[in-house]
Nanobody
Framework: VQLQASGGGLVQPGGSLRLSCAASGVSLSDAQIGWFRQTPGKGREGVASIRASDRRTYYSDSVKGRFTVNKDNAKNTAYLQLNSLKPEDTAVYFC????????????????????WGQGTLVTVSS
């Protein structure tokens, strides 16, 4: 299984980015996808997730209304659209896959995701 995250970069506050997560060895139609971020000295924070079949989405309070998670099963690729970016959004962003349906209350628990991409750095700065 390989997850290739891309799309990070340097953006000014208020700007936008779209992160992609190309999967191989796992079908995103059969796995819940999670997006996490991590800053130095901190654990991985779940920011968004999308369920396998019904595409129900979940967001952390810190990104709700600004980030959107989506996927294209035909391309086996997941996306995270980041809008209205703030300096505190600066982090390495990871995509991950877990079981087909993760317990709703645990969607942001990184231990429930067993495949991880390498991360892509998002820097929000003027």
């Amino acid at each position: 299984v390989q997850l290739q995250a891309s799309g990070g970069g340097l953006v000014q506050p208020g700007g936008s980015l779209r992160l992609s997560c190309a999967a191989s060895g796992v079908s995103l139609s059969d796995a819940q996808i999670g997006w996490f971020r991590q800053t130095p000295g901190k654990g991985r924070e779940g920011v968004a997730s999308i369920r396998a079949s019904d595409r129900r989405t979940y967001y952390s309070d810190s990104v709700k209304g600004r980030f959107t998670v989506n996927k294209d099963n035909a391309k086996n690729t997941a996306y995270l659209q980041l809008n209205s970016l703030k300096p505190e959004d600066t982090a390495v962003y990871f995509c991950a896959t877990g079981a087909r349906h993760i317990i709703v209350s645990q969607w942001a628990n990184p231990s429930l995701y067993n495949n991880w991409g390498q991360g892509t750095l998002v820097t929000v700065s003027s």
